[in-house]
């Protein structure tokens, strides 16, 4: 079965620090690669994916994310994290005929102004 | 354009009742899936519709079920609630089932049974 790993369950960070959140899944064949926020109260909210092409994708408020196929990873990346990016952050993962996506736990994130 | 809806987004439950939760896709989102998340489990997959059929299942017990409608709107029901049905059911949709296709969520509802 496919799985998805966060490493990370709680990430404190100080305004301005960069920020890089891992992410692993276990699947060989085709798969598409999401990040997803939850603000406090909010629903969840597509940060980036991944489908094929260049593997680093940008998303929305200046996160990035690189796909290293050998490493089977998708790592979220900022370079500068702002209090207003403290949420919930899940990876996911959706492989070809599933027709549902597989979470990670998610890292919970807490910027200190 | 309206989001995902569900309601109630709030309700409490005593154990062995059962309960059922809607959701209203976006218009022209033909199809809904629903997660359960919890702070053990994190976010599971419970079952997807796509025009008023079910594709996909997740591994959740025969308690949980759900349908969907013609006007895409779905309803899921839990029956014989247990303590550990506690949690937030989210429902998402999205526009068909083609192989990547963005899902857009709902607030959820937040279950609670005691």
């Known amino acids: 079965a496919q799985s998805v790993s966060q490493h990370n369950h709680h990430v404190i960070l100080s305004e301005a620090a960069s920020l890089e959140l891992g992410c692993n899944y276990s699947?060989?064949?085709?798969?598409?690669l999401f990040w997803y926020v939850q603000y406090p109260g909010q629903h969840l909210q597509l940060l980036l994916k991944?489908?094929?092409?260049?593997?680093l994708v940008k998303g929305i408020k200046g996160f990035e994310a690189e796909f290293i196929k050998s490493k089977f990873s998708f790592n979220l990346r900022k370079p500068s994290v702002q209090w207003s990016d403290t949420a919930e952050y899940f990876c996911?993962?959706?492989?070809?005929?599933?027709?549902?996506?597989?979470f990670g736990q998610g890292t919970r994130l807490t910027i200190n102004p | 354009k309206a989001g995902v809806t569900q309601t109630p987004r709030y309700l409490i439950k005593t154990r062995g009742q059962q309960v059922t939760l809607s959701c209203s896709p976006i218009?022209?989102?033909?199809?809904v899936s629903w997660y359960q998340q919890t702070p053990g489990q994190g976010l599971q997959f419970l079952f997807e519709?796509?025009?008023?059929?079910?594709?996909n299942k997740g591994n959740f017990p025969g308690r949980f079920s759900g349908r969907q409608f013609s006007n895409s709107r779905s309803e899921m029901n839990v029956s014989t609630l247990e303590l550990g049905d506690s949690a937030l059911y989210l429902c998402?949709?999205?526009?068909?089932?083609?192989?990547?296709?963005?899902?857009?969520f709902g607030e959820g509802s937040r279950l609670t049974v005691l």
């Open positions: 998402a949709s999205r526009r068909d089932t083609a192989f990547g296709g963005e899902l857009f």
């Open positions: 699947y060989g064949g085709t798969v598409n």
């Open positions: 991944y489908f094929s092409g260049d593997p």
């Open positions: 996911a993962v959706e492989t070809q005929g599933a027709q549902k996506l597989v």
């Open positions: 218009s022209g989102h033909r199809s």
């Open positions: 519709y796509f025009s008023e059929t079910q594709r």
